[in-house]
């Protein structure tokens, strides 16, 4: 959907009836959004809802993204793991990542968008020259750190998978070698798993 020559927008928060950028299949997560995150103090109470996305081919990027979960009104509907579905609205509306305080106004890079046509704050209140300017300044925000995001992610995980493997590799060599034995034996014995007994078999009453 194209832009309008005029963007008006007005969050509805709790009165949303679609909760669209609640329920939309990405909400991306940029190095921004944990910088801010950790400056504000809540990185760790909100770390544990972002997720690391693996390639799953090889045009697909790393990407970092907020969990999922189901719906309760409807199970086969999933929406961003920080919806509180009971309130209606967001739980860390004021420290939100910047896709979601862009939404729906997206760049690509060589023009502004909508994302969605079922928001229904779109159309909404009127809006003034520096707030359709702070809109734009936070989609293209949105568009470069996104960008910055996918280069870096990369070469972090390369250093972090690096680092792991040094520290279990320096970890091994420390070992003693009664724990070195110990744990041979360990890698070498068989797992263990109970027969039951065949029809053929003789059971006595």
Request: proline letters at 5%; charged letters at 30%.
């Amino acid at each position: 959907m194209a832009e309008k020559s005029k963007y008006n927008f007005k969050c509805l928060e709790q009165q949303c009836t679609t909760v669209a950028c609640h329920i939309r299949p990405t909400i991306d997560v940029t190095l921004g959004d944990l910088t801010r995150w950790s400056t504000q103090g809540y990185l760790m109470n909100i770390l544990p809802g972002v997720s690391l996305k693996m390639p799953e081919s090889e045009k697909d990027l790393i990407s970092l993204e907020l969990m999922r979960k189901p719906l309760k009104k409807d199970s086969e509907q999933t929406a961003c793991i920080f919806f509180n579905e009971e309130a209606n609205g967001c739980e860390i509306r004021y420290s939100r990542p910047l896709s979601c305080r862009a939404y729906p106004l997206e760049y690509n890079g060589e023009k502004y968008y909508l994302s969605s046509k079922d928001c229904p704050g779109v159309g909404q209140g009127e809006v003034s020259k520096e707030a359709l300017q702070e809109a734009r300044n936070l989609a293209d925000q949105a568009f470069k750190e996104r960008g910055e995001t996918y280069t870096a992610l990369p070469a972090v995980y390369s250093i972090i998978m690096t680092q792991m493997i040094r520290q279990s590799t320096e970890a091994m060599q420390n070992l003693s070698e009664d724990d070195r034995k110990k744990m041979d034996e360990m890698m070498s014995k068989p797992s263990e798993t109970k027969e039951e007994p065949t029809e053929s078999e003789d059971t006595e009453d």
